[in-house]
């Protein structure tokens, strides 16, 4: 016995929306995966560029003449003798007076040329609280001045670096292992600045100390290693980019022979 003619109707129209609702979900989520996919590939491009631009910048900044500051500033314009040395004031000159109250050898110390020598350090007293650390010169030339006692005063104009980090010698009494004022804190009742100021002259009241001066400056990075990792990241964040665009094909190819 057959069934009535209304019920078969109602059966054939559900198992069209049936198969309609499926259909388009399945386009709503293949349309869902395409977006996905484009926006995860587009994010990787642009991490890739912005590596890129990044790679570009830093060889940029090596090729441009940096510009150097010619002001010549009060140290406590750029720091103080609480806190650390800021960034910015790294390598800008500063003039300075005080007296000499201590010195040290820094041995095994190498200048701006790549030569390797002994410095003479000095603690210099700025007032009656602080002090910083001086280097005058060689270690073989501080005998050129013997005037320079604690009673003179001293004008100092010199460029201002950051503390060493790396020891280069043993610490002694006469000795210290790096320019580092944290060095010399149990041994002084002043509050010590951090860094340096690398003397480019120094004056007394009867003139002008004459003495072979130090060529410091800071020390660079491996450019071309931070360029190519660079570029590694540019090649990492694009091959992330096109794994995410073909896994959707290679889905789908290992999806067909279990469907037949």
Known sequence: MSAPPHFSCAAFTRDITASSTARIRAKIKKIATAIAVLAL???????????????QELSASEKATPIQDQRIYNLTDLTSAEGSLPVDAFEKSVAVNGNYIATF???????????????????????TASAILVVRGLWGERLIEPTVAMSNRVEITGEIFPSQFED??????????RIDSSLLTSAFDFQLYDGFIAASSEALRTGEITRSRVDISLPKGDVPGYYWQHISYVAIWWFMAVLVLWAPFYKRRDEEPSAS
């Open 168 to 177: 280069r010698a043993a610490n002694s009494a006469s000795q210290i292992s």
């Open 41 to 55: 590939a587009a994010i990787f491009v642009s991490l890739g560029l912005w590596q890129l631009d990044r790679a």
């Open 105 to 127: 050898k820094a041995p095994n110390q190498k200048a701006s040329d790549g030569t390797v020598a002994d410095w003479e350090v000095a603690l210099l007293q700025l007032d």
